[in-house]
């Protein structure tokens, strides 16, 4: 069994900001990715930024500069700043994580969601 425990959303003005947590637990041996997903009303889930095992970082293009990923391998926790937030950026977001279990078995899990809201 394995979980994702996102914390951090809600709501915020304009040009405000939000710290996202992901804490993954189980019978976890490694996890060689992490990451932050979002989705919109209406719209296809899209990544928003991913971090592997090595620290090496991968945002989607229009969130470069205002969003910063980072992860503690030792807590198995990956963070997500978001800065200058404006409305566009309302979805709920998903949190991401490529792992190994103690079995030896491989997948991708997903937390259940945390919704932020860009709003005045």
């Known amino acids: 069994q394995v979980q994702l425990v996102e914390s951090g959303g809600g709501l915020v003005t304009p040009g405000g900001s939000l710290r996202l947590s992901c804490a993954a637990s189980?019978?976890?041996?490694?996890?060689?990715?992490m990451g932050w997903y979002r989705q919109a009303p209406g719209k296809q889930r899209d990544l928003v930024a991913a971090i592997i095992s090595g620290g090496s970082t991968n945002y989607a293009d229009s969130l470069k500069g205002r969003f910063t990923i980072s992860r503690d391998n030792a807590k198995n926790t990956v963070y997500l700043q978001m800065n200058s937030l404006n409305p566009e950026d309302t979805a709920v977001y998903y949190c991401n994580a490529g792992l190994t279990l103690l079995s030896g078995f491989t997948s991708d899990y997903w937390g259940q969601g945390t919704q932020v809201t860009v709003s005045s």
């Open positions: 189980g019978n976890i041996a490694g996890i060689y990715r």
